[in-house]
Structures are given as C-alpha cells and as structure tokens.
C-alpha cells in the first residue's frame, strides 16, 4: 500500500471535493424542496381562497371540519352512486344582450364506482313553468327569474325544472360566464378540436340590420322589411305592400368574433376566444349542432384541465384559478368541491355518452302550430317528460 505523502495529498482532496459536490446537491435539492413546498403552500392557499369565493353557500367554518381525518365527507348522491352536476353558460351579470339567460344548459351525471360518466344537454328554448310561479318562460330565463330573488337562486330554480324534466337528483349546480370561460381556455394554452371542413358563421354575430345602402348597411342578411300598403280613411288602399331588403353593417369593427366567424378545416388549437364564438355559433346551423360542439369543447377542457402536466406547471394552475374567481359561481360548498374533483379523478378513462335534446324524427321534442306568441319554442313530445327521465335513467 502506497501511502506517500503525494498520495495522501491526493486522497484528501479528492474526499474534500466529493464532500463538496455532495453538500452543493444537498443545497439544490433542498432548494427545490423549498420552491415546490412553498409554490404548492401558495397554490393551496389560493385555491381555498377561490374555492370560498364562487360559492355561494360559503361554508368556511364546514370545509374546515370535514378536512379533520375520521370526520364524513361524503357527496349528495354518492352513497346512491350516481352524482348529477348541472353546468350553466352565461354572458354574465352586467353584460348586453341576455346576460342572465342561459346559453348553455347541461346535465353531467357520474357513476363512481361503476366508472361511468354522461352528458345531456337541453335547448335553451324549451318551454316551461317557472319554479314557484304559474308563469310560462324558455328554460333559459329561469335562471334569470331566480336571481332576481335573491344570489344563488338562480343556481335553485335551474336545479328544480332541470330535476322536474330529468325525472333525477340534481345535487349541485355551477354556471361560469364567458369572460370565465375565455380565461380559462386560454390558461389551459387553448383547446384541441377536429373539424372535417371550414366552420362558417356568417350572420350571428353581424350586429343590426337595417335596410341595405350604398354605403353603410352593404352585407345582405337574407331577410326582408315589409311594409303594408296604405289605407286611406274611406278604406280603399293607393299602395301595395312592399319589402325592403335588409343588410348588416360593412364595417365589422367592434363586432363580436369580427363579424362573421371562420375557422378553417383540420385540427385546430382554439383559443379562449375562438372556442368561445365556436361553442356560441347556431344562427347558420342550429342550436342542437351548437349543444354538440359546447360538449365537444366540454370534454376537450376537462381532460386539459385534469391532466397532469397542467395539475403541476405553477404558472397555469395559477392561471385557471384566476379565470374562475369572479366568473364561477356554485352551490357546492369548498370541501364538497374538494371532494368531487377527488372522485372524478378517481374515474378511469370512461367511455362518455352524449345525448343532445332535440326534435328531429327520434327526437324527444317537437315545435308546436300555436305557440300564443311565444315565438319559437320547445315541448317535450306527448306533452310529458316520461321519455326524456327515461334517457336520463338508461343513459349512464
């Protein structure tokens, strides 16, 4: 054995490095420990904060007590193993154009322990009885009759005709605006979606009509002015009726999604507010094609919003909550909020059906001759709900 003075040199500075090395990891590592503890402490802090923000029964002092280990957390619904989640779309409080009525109208049912999940969505025009009153309204209105009783009543009356139709539980309800859902979609980095041709909507978001010109109002809608002849007082007419017709501005500045909405064929990363004039589009289709592109986008967003790579990237979990602050509201309290993200990851992978209400020829609903000035609505077919509480019971 060689134990010079040359090599003994040698062999302590060789152990003084390998200390340092492992002292430098210890520092980085535990570093990162620190960001990582600090970052989720910031996240968890935040997410209760927002959690306590959209819900509209509170329940801080709850949340606490079910957080205790031994303490029953248990879901409305989950013992009967089936949980049904109404989802509301909106412009949002203060906004033009309708800004309490719902555009969107979807029921999402899960089965955890049979691994199963099932999206329904109902036409906005659907007519019916307003909870409490006697008065006949478009399903869409509901909500909107409820809050002017008082905040969270809206999410109340939507549960009740929703569960009245549905033959179901509704147990929780969550409506989001489109200021929320734009966000979102763009804190989630866009969403997928495959499209066979270009998606046009040409007329829905033009604005005003009025009748065509030379200057100003150049873009035929497609729809007329009548004007009816004149009747002089003796009851003869000196003027047959006309029809003027009519065109949207040329200028589509300002207007919503530009005017007139394209996207092009193949797939396509949409953003907050392409996916939102997407899942709006319906005055060139339908308001039944425009329900299967919200739960194609619904799906989309879920799977973004759930996944891992997003679950643990600081910035976008950070981002998502700050969509869902001032534009989510629901009647769940935090911890069953808690409790219901727990359950849903816990599903694997389900296969989910998708049902749209509608009236074609296997349709469950039908446009009626007389609608008593209504405008154009929607009944469920024999004039009972039995065949759509049997869609919902059979779907899942």
Not at 11 to 22: A, L, N, P, V, W
Not at 32 to 46: E, F, P, V
Not at 155 to 168: F, R, V
Not at 376 to 394: A, Q
Request: with cysteine.
């Amino acid at each position: 054995m060689d134990i010079s003075p040359v090599n003994n040199e040698k062999s302590f500075k060789e152990d003084g490095k390998k200390k340092f090395y492992r002292k430098r990891w210890f520092k980085i590592t535990l570093t990162i420990l620190l960001i990582l503890l600090i970052g989720g402490c910031a996240i968890g802090w935040k997410t209760g904060y927002i959690l306590n923000k959209i819900s509209t029964t509170g329940g801080i002092f709850e949340s606490l007590i079910k957080s205790i280990p031994g303490v029953s957390n248990e879901l409305k619904g989950e013992k009967d193993g089936r949980i049904n989640l109404l989802l509301l779309g909106m412009r949002g409080e203060g906004m033009e154009g309708g800004s309490l009525l719902a555009d969107t109208i979807m029921v999402v049912s899960i089965k955890p322990q049979e691994n199963k999940a099932s999206i329904v969505s109902i036409p906005r025009d659907f007519y019916v009885t307003v909870p409490g009153t006697n008065s006949q309204q478009k399903i869409n209105a509901v909500y909107y009759y409820g809050e002017e009783k008082g905040r969270g009543k809206g999410l109340e009356d939507m549960k009740t005709i929703i569960g009245e139709i549905s033959g179901q539980s509704i147990h929780y309800a969550v409506s989001i605006n489109f200021k929320g859902f734009t966000e979102l979609v763009d804190s989630l980095g866009g969403v997928q979606v495959h499209l066979d041709e270009q998606f046009t909507e040409p007329v829905q978001f033009m604005g005003i009509e009025a009748r065509c010109d030379d200057t100003t109002f150049t873009i035929p809608s497609g729809n007329y002015q009548e004007k009816p002849p004149v009747r002089r007082k003796n009851g003869t007419y000196y003027a047959n009726s006309r029809k003027f017709p009519l065109c949207f501005k040329k200028n589509a500045e300002g207007l919503e999604c530009g005017g007139v909405f394209q996207l092009p064929a193949g797939d396509i990363n949409l953003s907050g507010e392409q996916a939102l004039c997407y899942v709006r589009s319906r005055a060139t289709t339908s308001d039944f094609d425009r329900a299967r592109r919200q739960q194609e986008v619904i799906k989309q967003i879920k799977e973004k919003a759930l996944s891992i790579g997003t679950l643990t990237d600081f910035n976008k979990a950070n981002a998502m909550l700050d969509s869902l602050g001032n534009n989510v509201r629901t009647d769940m309290k935090p911890w069953e909020m808690k409790r219901f993200f727990e359950v849903y990851q816990g599903i694997s992978d389900p296969q989910i059906p998708q049902k749209v209400l509608e009236n074609s020829e296997e349709g469950m609903l039908y446009v009626p001759e007389e609608t008593n000035g209504a405008g154009y609505i929607l009944l469920p077919r024999g004039d009972t709900y039995d065949r759509i509480r049997e869609l919902f019971k059979s779907i899942i």
